[in-house]
């Protein structure tokens, strides 16, 4: 491996056919791990990385945050099915990846973290830019490793990969301090061994497979969920299918968006908190329920008294049996992967039709359908409809969050799997746009939208830099409706309507701002603007922003009010 001369810390220049050092070993295991991207951020703890990174064929993206680059490397799984990967330095690098982390640990996407770390010998003398970044990160990593010995590197990060992507996907860090990247590695050591390996979960229990068959066979009106561990499993499919043979509906987490075709006669849209009305209550009046893929969160659930609350029987297959009876008891708890539970199930029933039940489905859907003020302002569900009319069967769309994210989503019209990315267990605003970033790095020929809010927006939109710089052509749909909305309609809703600091009449012009990047940026404000506008944006080459002036009073509906059941949701009163 080629050195580069080096003018740190008075290291001086090692002859080209000496021993690599830890950083070259570490960079020659990514590529063994078939990394071809990463995202980050130089400095000082990570500089020998940093000084070998030209010699290694490895995409380096430039962020302009260190959050920024955790979101990317999330955006960039989610969109690939492969291991994001990113890097900072030390200190208030590595501790600025940690909300990015969290993002994608508790919704179950494989990234690989790898920080600097100030020398083994300086480690806990509060040296500058030391942070215990494994301490700081315990509650949102599946595993983390500080390594001490740079022999250690390549089954460290071999390891690293198998846990991320093992079972059920998640984030492991990496913490390599600066003089074992600067180490010479004579003879790097083989596996590392573990008194406990890390292992998949076996297949599904057979026993638990007929139980659930049984129950599903003998039910009246069964109700399936699904959520991201269906596309975890790629086993869209598989839904479909026994969803069909049981003539059952199927409704879906926010992080399952897109894993049943929105189409589709049995497709009952979101369910919780701001789910639909008739998938709200068609978990209330269920007799079987099968959750599957889905951790059954408080807002999928709401009063958790009230969450199918005339089922006989509630099917839970997850492949982490930490989730199973965490909040909602079920009587058939399957660990497992997804597809192979909903294979099994598949082949142990008989196809058979539930005319009634799915009358009965069709009548809440005429009852309850999606309705918005038409009031003479720019709705959003009007800018979203010229969006998903333009999409396309490969296209990607990320969505932020707050009511941008809840309007995308209930909006969503789609027949393909997988499309549809956005900020589930944690809710993180920024999520989206660095997260289209890295879900245009993860393949230039797929389009990319990103669906935000003017508040979330603000928090990375720095990134702007990286997408010129990288060449990431995201086109950006600002639902722009001046306020933290989400927070604005909970203060009217549920806090006595009292609007506190939720005001943002203060925003930047998105049209200059994307100018002054190098973008293209155009402000609408009228249901005809849109079309043209989101045409000029998708023939335009590079990054462009879309900036939609919605009507600022514009709500979510339906929304189960807090403290209430799923059968307890109201609906749009403007729009009766």
């Not at 879906?252 to 369910?271: C, M, Q, Y």
């Not at 009965?360 to 979203?384: F, I, K, M, S, T």
């Not at 052509?473 to 309609?489: D, E, Y």
Request: glycine residues 10%; hydrophobic residues 45%; contains cysteine.
């Amino acid at each position: 491996m080629a050195a580069l001369p080096s003018a740190l810390d008075g290291d001086e220049a090692r002859q080209p056919d000496a021993e690599p050092c830890g950083a070259e070993v570490l960079l020659q295991a990514l590529v063994d791990q078939g990394v071809t991207t990463i995202f980050g951020l130089p400095g000082g703890a990570n500089l020998p990385i940093y000084q070998y990174l030209p010699d290694f064929p490895l995409r380096h993206v430039l962020v302009r945050h260190e959050q920024g680059a955790a979101h990317m490397a999330d955006g960039y799984a989610r969109a690939s099915g492969r291991v994001g990967v990113c890097l900072a330095t030390s200190g208030p690098g590595a501790l600025n990846l940690i909300t990015g982390l969290a993002t994608a640990h508790f919704d179950s996407v494989p990234v690989v973290a790898i920080t600097g770390q100030v020398p083994t010998n300086q480690i806990g003398t509060d040296a500058f830019q030391e942070s215990d970044v494994i301490g700081s990160s315990l509650s949102v990593t599946k595993h983390s490793y500080q390594v001490h010995d740079a022999r250690e590197l390549p089954a460290v990060v071999a390891e690293a990969f198998h846990v991320a992507v093992t079972g059920r996907p998640g984030v492991v860090l990496i913490d390599v301090p600066k003089d074992v990247q600067q180490a010479v590695v004579a003879n790097p050591l083989g596996a590392i061994r573990r008194a406990r390996a890390h292992q998949a979960p076996p297949p599904p229990h057979p026993a638990l497979l007929d139980q659930a068959a049984r129950h599903l066979a003998a039910s009246d009106r069964p109700v399936i969920l699904a959520g991201r561990g269906v596309t975890i499993a790629g086993a869209e499919g598989s839904l479909r299918q026994l969803a069909e043979a049981l003539d059952a509906p199927v409704g879906t987490t926010l992080l399952g968006t897109g894993v049943f075709p929105s189409s589709h006669p049995l497709a009952l849209g979101l369910v919780g908190f701001m789910g639909t009305g008739a998938c709200n209550r068609a978990v209330t009046d269920c007799d079987t329920l099968l959750m599957v893929g889905m951790r059954a969160d408080d807002r999928v659930t709401c009063r958790l008294d009230g969450f199918a609350p005339r089922a006989n029987h509630v099917i839970h297959i997850n492949i982490d049996p930490a989730e199973l009876g965490k909040t909602v008891q079920s009587d058939c708890p399957i660990v497992g992967d997804a597809g192979l539970a909903l294979e099994g199930i598949r082949a142990r029933i008989a196809p058979r039709p539930r005319a009634a039940w799915r009358a009965q489905v069709q009548a809440w859907r005429d009852r309850h359908p999606l309705r918005y003020p038409r009031n003479g302002r720019l709705q959003p569900q009007e800018v979203l409809a010229e969006l998903y009319r333009r999409r396309r069967t490969q296209d990607v769309t990320v969505a932020d969050v707050g009511l941008n994210q809840m309007w995308a989503a209930t909006s969503w019209t789609g027949d393909e799997p997988g499309p549809f990315l956005n900020s589930g267990g944690q809710g993180t605003m920024g999520f989206a746009f660095p997260a289209a970033l890295g879900a245009q790095a993860a393949d230039r020929h797929r389009r990319v939208f990103c669906v935000t809010g003017e508040g979330g927006f603000v928090m990375t939109a720095q990134e702007l830099a990286t997408a010129v710089d990288s060449a990431l052509a995201v086109k950006v749909i600002v639902i722009n409706n001046h306020s933290l909305g989400m927070v604005r309609q909970f203060q009217d809703d549920f806090y006595g309507g009292v609007r506190s600091q939720v005001d943002l009449t203060v925003t930047p012009d998105f049209t200059l701002l994307a100018r002054a990047y190098g973008c293209f940026g155009v402000q609408v404000d009228s249901a005809d603007e849109v079309g043209p506008a989101l045409d000029a944006a998708l023939e335009y080459p590079g990054p462009a922003i879309v900036d939609a002036w919605v009507d600022p009073e514009a709500n979510i509906y339906p929304i189960v009010p807090l403290g209430m059941a799923l059968a307890d949701f109201v609906e749009c009163p403007e729009a009766r």
